[in-house]
């Protein structure tokens, strides 16, 4: 039994398909299945039900795999031990990151951090908040990057910055002619584009104009993305939310529809998650510095006049 096999049997149980099992190991399909099969043929039992589509785990492969997951868990902590003891800046890190956070974070501070650190390996997964939470707990990510909520408290938290919400309002709305919008205005729009259930950026939104049921105010497109209601807005169809990261990487026509909000202004706190027992603090301080040197001063306090939501 190798370490290897191991990380190829929790790949198989990640994707549910060999292939992509494969894929993500870097190895050819063939190699993976051989690998599993004499893994199978050591422990004298059938770890997964290849009649199935997708496949599944047998019950004892579920045993397995868990142990699995633990003996990695162990063995990634052994090298990271190590790593903090030598300050090393080098080998990987896996973080996972809202999708409302990374398109206007990641080109940032991403790019100089990987030149400044070449030995550094960082692999990044849009997750929403709960899969931040469950990817930590089973190991399968080192740090998150999410907006602060309840329910947090048995990860290690650290404050990246605060991010101001802003309006986006086409030119059509009736909205477009305020200069500053008050939550109450929102909350009365039949033109609202919203994320789908599961992003903590709608319920917060939802929070914030107090919508008692969010379904009324809302257009039907449910699965959008941030940029697909940017651009409904463009195209002259109501209105969304954008953070303040997003609203610097706009043209200056784009900028015409931007709206801020009235005192006080509806504010998210970004922070960094890890396990507690998370062993690697030189990286981490190194990263959260590379994140907070990247954005405007002004966004590292709560200013006066914003309320976190």
């Given at each position: 039994m190798t370490l290897q096999q191991l990380e190829y049997i929790l790949a198989v149980d990640r994707y549910r398909h060999?292939?992509?099992?494969?894929?993500?190991?870097?190895?050819?399909?063939?190699t993976l299945s051989a690998m599993i099969g004499k893994l199978e043929e050591e422990l004298n039992a059938k770890l997964f039900d290849r009649n199935r589509q997708p496949i599944c785990p047998t019950p004892v492969g579920e045993q397995v795999?868990?142990?699995?997951?633990?003996?990695l868990k162990q063995t990634d902590g052994i090298k990271d031990i190590v790593a903090e003891e030598k300050q090393s800046l080098g080998g990987i890190f896996r973080v996972g990151?809202?999708?409302?956070?990374?398109?206007?974070?990641?080109?940032?501070?991403?790019?100089?951090?990987?030149?400044?650190?070449?030995?550094?390996?960082i692999r990044v997964r849009e997750m929403k908040t709960h899969e931040i939470k469950e990817a930590l707990l089973q190991g399968d990510i080192d740090a998150g990057i999410l907006a602060t909520i309840e329910g947090l408290e048995e990860y290690m938290q650290t404050t990246l910055f605060y991010e101001k919400y802003q309006g986006y309002v086409s030119r059509e709305d009736v909205l477009f002619s305020k200069e500053i919008l008050r939550t109450s205005d929102v909350a009365s729009s039949k033109d609202l584009w919203l994320l789908d259930e599961g992003h903590c950026f709608r319920d917060q939104m939802v929070r914030v104009c107090q919508m008692k049921s969010s379904q009324s105010s809302q257009l039907a497109y449910n699965l959008g993305s941030m940029e697909t209601f940017m651009r409904m807005v463009e195209s002259g169809i109501g209105i969304t939310f954008i953070p303040e990261?997003?609203?610097?990487q706009?043209?200056?026509?784009?900028?015409?529809?931007?709206r801020p909000f009235a005192i006080p202004v509806p504010t998210r706190q970004l922070i960094l998650i890890t396990n507690k027992h998370f062993i690697r603090q030189s990286l981490l301080e190194v990263f959260?510095?590379?994140?907070?040197?990247?954005?405007?001063?002004?966004?590292?306090?709560?200013?006066?006049?914003?309320?976190?939501v």
């Open positions: 060999f292939g992509k099992a494969a894929d993500a190991c870097n190895v050819t399909q063939p795999i868990r142990q699995a997951r633990e003996i990151i809202l999708p409302t956070i990374a398109p206007y974070l990641l080109p940032r501070f991403f790019p100089q951090l990987m030149k400044k650190y070449p030995a550094l390996d990261l997003a609203v610097m706009l043209t200056d026509t784009q900028k015409e529809l931007v959260v510095k590379e994140i907070q040197d990247s954005v405007p001063k002004n966004m590292l306090k709560l200013g006066a006049g914003q309320a976190l």
